[in-house]
């Protein structure tokens, strides 16, 4: 950072301290994971400089040679990556890429059939304060109250009743795989199209190490820095048909010009998913969170649905008669960062909440196994069976800082 260290040294301070917090924290934010330097230096990149409205070939600014080039190169890469047939690499977030789909092919006032956010959906699959729900007739399905699964009987049923034009699945906080054939099978019956939100879990689908949604949905959207462990930015996948809707849906239809430096970010994300390495990861990743889920499950936490499929883990304090934010401040206290979450039916609301949502992607890629995430439960364990004894807090705080520096960020 030469030059900002000379041009603004609060910045460039701020910098150095957040990148210490990092190194220094463990990141347990199933929404985060740790950007590869690569990515890093092609969002830091000259492509910033670049103004280049429209697609390649189609630009209304000159000078677009390269660009045209990185956009091509970042949706080949894409289509291969998930064997899709057409790829937009232009939505600036994950929400950005909800909402152009949603006006890809519906009007306002349409309805659409999402899961609950309280049940693990998401702001932008139609919450009264997101600006999906205020364009669009949303209705909701749930998780059933026993096995705290999605009750595709329900979406079965609500469905028919409302014969939504649009069927949303996809989620923030659910631990377990999605039936996508069985959703696609409902959407069918009404003609009602299917969108798959995979923002969560797209590094894990782009490794095959799960099912993926593209075969089944018309639409597929995610983001590119969760388990895809890229920079921030969001894509949209769509059948072939739909190509053209979607393109104009982001652009002119809800974005200006696009983020060339995030595209390029985009594009080399993609060609680090392709690699060996990279399946080994996503399969520890899904390891050390089933891992996770035992270990809790062991120590007397109720684990929300029985068990984890994938990168996430959400954890019922109510038997410790815990509450989340109390957890969510203590264990940053001590050096374990991670965020309260609503679980099913929760009685506390979004502020206080009975869980914890625990995402296994930063720890794994720091290179830890089983062994350390069986310490690092312990270590949350102490630190909420004991949140008021100081001395018990400083040990589990110098256990955190010693895994740290044993597992660096960057190697
Ligand atoms: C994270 C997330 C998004 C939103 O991504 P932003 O880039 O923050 O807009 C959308 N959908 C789901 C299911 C998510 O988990």
């Not at 390269?66 to 998930?82: H, S, T, V």
């Not at 797209?202 to 995610?222: E, K, N, Q, R």
Request: hydrophobic share 40%; charged share 20%; with cysteine.
């Amino acid at each position: 950072m030469q030059w900002l260290s000379r041009h603004d040294s609060e910045v460039a301070q701020l910098i150095n301290n957040e990148e210490a917090r990092i190194n220094n924290t463990l990141d347990l934010i199933a929404a985060e994971s740790i950007t590869p330097p690569s990515v890093m230096e092609a969002l830091g990149s000259i492509f910033n400089t670049k103004a280049a409205e429209g697609y390649p070939g189609k630009r209304f600014h000159a000078g677009c040679r390269y660009a045209d080039a990185l956009e091509k190169l970042a949706i080949l890469r894409g289509k291969q990556l998930f064997k899709a047939e057409h790829v937009n690499v232009q939505a600036h977030c994950g929400s950005s890429a909800n909402l152009a789909v949603y006006f890809s092919v519906l009007q306002p006032g349409d309805g659409i059939l999402s899961m609950k956010l309280s049940h693990g959906g998401h702001l932008s699959h139609g919450a009264a304060a997101s600006i999906t729900g205020k364009c669009f007739r949303f209705q909701h399905y749930s998780v059933d109250p026993e096995t705290e699964v999605i009750d595709y009987e329900e979406v079965g049923n609500l469905a028919q009743k409302y014969r939504p034009k649009m069927i949303v699945a996809g989620a923030s906080s659910y631990a377990r795989l999605i039936d996508y054939e069985r959703l696609a099978r409902i959407a069918n019956d009404i003609s009602a199209y299917l969108l798959v939100d995979m923002a969560h879990i797209a590094g894990l689908v782009a490794a095959g190490v799960i099912p993926s949604p593209v075969p089944y949905s018309d639409f597929v959207t995610f983001t590119t820095y969760k388990t895809l462990m890229g920079g921030r930015g969001g894509v949209i996948i769509s059948r072939k048909k739909y190509a053209k809707k979607i393109d104009s849906a982001v652009f002119p239809g809800s974005q200006g010009t696009p983020a060339l430096n995030q595209i390029a970010a985009k594009a080399v994300c993609f060609k680090l998913a392709m690699a060996s390495e990279f399946e080994t990861l996503q399969k520890n990743i899904l390891k050390n969170a089933a891992c996770f889920a035992g270990e809790f499950a062991k120590k007397g936490y109720r684990i929300v649905s029985g068990r984890t499929e994938n990168h996430l883990v959400l954890v019922d304090l109510r038997p410790w008669g815990l509450k989340g934010s109390r957890a969510e401040s203590v264990l940053e206290s001590v050096g374990i960062i991670l965020n309260r979450n609503v679980i099913p039916r929760d009685p506390q609301p979004p502020s206080v909440t009975s869980g914890i949502r625990i995402g296994s992607t930063a720890v794994t890629a720091r290179g830890m196994g089983p062994a350390e995430v069986v310490r690092i439960t312990g270590l949350i364990d102490k630190a909420l069976q004991h949140d008021h004894r100081k001395e018990v807090l400083q040990e589990v705080s110098a256990a955190v800082v010693g895994l740290c520096l044993a597992f660096p960020v960057y190697r």
